[in-house]
């Protein structure tokens, strides 16, 4: 009887140590499996899209040193536009302006200049805004004078949450395109230093990245404007001392647009390094992107989007064509919205119609 019981007492505990065995080996391989679906960066874009191959196999040679396209970590810099290229520009038009339209049009507690009011009234209601000239920009930044950086921020992020024209499920602050987002967290999970250089304003652009990008306030480069010191009073700022008391406030003056060339020598300052990698997606983006592919130490890459999509964006098929030709000429990387990815604001987003002109 007691050989009995012990026998099945043995065997028993034998069941009970292959039963855990088998539940560790289970919870192992779905450990594997979630990595393995986690080891695709780049789920959004479509397998057969030549820029996603293009990208994967210049990362993967950045970092092995055995390769001869090996990039010391330090030197894999890459340098990102902001709309058009990681975010939306066309519904109906920049985030910036948006929100300077905004500002004077349905904002009751600000009182705008009537250069202001007609900026934005021709833009809204007949689609026609102004040239980019240093009497626009002033005027665009005088609309927030007054504003410290910080109120300026929750500025912007209160108008990152109203909904975004032209497309339903969205709200303005969400409008980022979800391929590029996974290029952007692909790069960085690779050891890039990934920065963002826009032509839209510095301050304006931190909060729209914060809490999408894995970028820092200190890696984004934009458009500047001058900041100063609220009692100043048009003091010398050679000669103003800061003060516990003292509190910095936008002057209203814009200093530099952050388009074309500015964008090179925005970069030399500022990151002190040439990018190996550049991402954009106009002309405003030429000298960026030429400046980190010609002469070059390192094997360089510059990729342009091709606002190619009119089902799921509002695409501009003559510009696509035009930007495919500069692809080709310069040396660039096409990257196709319409057949390079699965999706781009993500399926819970869909294109809608923009508001009528009164």
């Known amino acids: ?123 809204r209601f007949e689609g026609r805004r102004p040239g980019l000239t240093k009497e626009r920009e002033d005027m665009v930044a005088a609309a927030y004078a007054g504003m410290s950086p910080e109120e300026f921020c929750e500025y912007v992020r209160s108008f990152m949450d109203t909904p975004q024209p032209g497309f339903t499920g969205m709200k303005r602050g969400e409008a980022f395109f979800k391929p590029m987002i996974q290029v952007v967290e692909y790069l960085a999970a690779n050891g890039f230093s990934v920065y963002v250089c826009t032509g839209s304003d510095r301050i304006l652009t931190r909060a729209l990245v914060d809490g999408t990008l894995p970028i820092a306030p200190s890696r ?43 964008k090179v020598s925005a970069i030399i300052r500022e990151i002190g390094r040439r990018p190996v990698l550049a991402f954009g997606n106009s002309m405003s983006d030429a000298s960026m992107a030429n400046y980190t592919i010609q002469g070059n130490e390192y094997p360089a890459l510059a990729f342009m989007l091709l606002c190619d999509d009119t089902v799921r964006e509002y695409g501009n098929i003559d510009a696509a064509a035009q930007m495919r030709e500069n692809c080709a000429k310069y040396g660039w990387v096409s990257v196709s919205m319409r057949d390079d990815w699965k999706t781009v604001y993500g399926e819970s987003v869909s294109k809608g119609s923009l508001p009528a002109r009164p």
């Open 220 to 262: 984004v480069i934009g458009s500047d404007v001058a900041i100063v010191a609220a009692d100043q009073d048009g003091a010398d700022a050679l000669k103003y001392v800061w003060e516990a008391e003292s509190k910095p406030a936008l002057k209203g003056t814009s200093l530099v647009k952050n388009l074309q060339l500015n």
């Open 1 to 123: 009887m007691n050989s009995n019981i012990n026998g099945r007492s043995a065997n028993d505990s034998l069941w009970r140590r292959a039963r855990v065995v088998w539940t560790v080996l289970a919870i192992s391989l779905g450990m594997v499996a979630a990595g393995c679906r986690r080891a695709e960066p780049l789920s959004l874009w479509n397998d057969s899209a030549p820029a996603k191959a293009a990208l994967e196999k210049y990362v993967e040679a950045a970092k092995d040193p055995r390769s001869p396209g090996y990039i010391p970590q330090e030197r894999r810099i890459a340098v990102f536009d902001l709309d058009g290229t990681l975010f939306c520009e066309r519904a109906p038009t920049y985030f910036d302006w948006q929100l300077f339209e905004f500002r004077v049009l349905d904002d009751k507690a600000f009182k705008p200049t009537e250069a202001q009011k007609a900026a934005a009234e021709g833009s």
